[in-house]
């Protein structure tokens, strides 16, 4: 059974930062696309924020790109996602999610239990 479980969001002043993990179970992550998107309260769909292929390469949303680092550790099966210089406007509830090909499709993706980060200013 595939299972994602988010951890590491908190509560951090405009500025600060924050590394989110995403460990998998029931399989092995490093053939799959992986990606962190996140969803706000009055939201009704979730937004993609960072993408890594199997090899390794990365995309980002431009809200994030420049501030975001997704990366992972396939001896782990861990993945994470590095928040430096976090606003208010990344406030949201961060979800990891795997698919067997990029772009992940949100409709058929395994999904983790989500995440939440807030950043007061």
């Known amino acids: 059974q595939v299972q994602l479980v988010e951890s590491g969001g908190g509560s951090v002043q405009a500025g600060g930062s924050l590394r989110l993990s995403c460990t998998v179970s029931?399989?092995?992550?490093?053939?799959?696309?992986l990606g962190w998107f996140r969803q706000v309260p009055s939201g009704n769909e979730r937004e993609g924020v960072a993408?890594?292929?199997?090899?390794?390469?990365?995309s980002y949303a431009n809200a994030v790109k420049g501030r975001f680092t997704i990366s992972k550790n396939n001896a782990d099966n861990t993945l994470y996602l590095h928040m430096n210089e976090l606003q208010p406007e990344d406030n949201a509830t961060y979800y990891c999610?795997?698919?067997?090909?990029?772009?992940?499709?949100?409709?058929?993706?395994?999904w983790g239990q989500g995440t939440q980060v807030t950043v007061s200013s």
């Open positions: 029931g399989y092995d992550m490093k053939r799959d696309c």
């Open positions: 999610a795997r698919y067997h090909t990029c772009p992940i499709v949100r409709s058929r993706a395994d």
């Open positions: 993408q890594i292929k199997p090899a390794g390469t990365a």
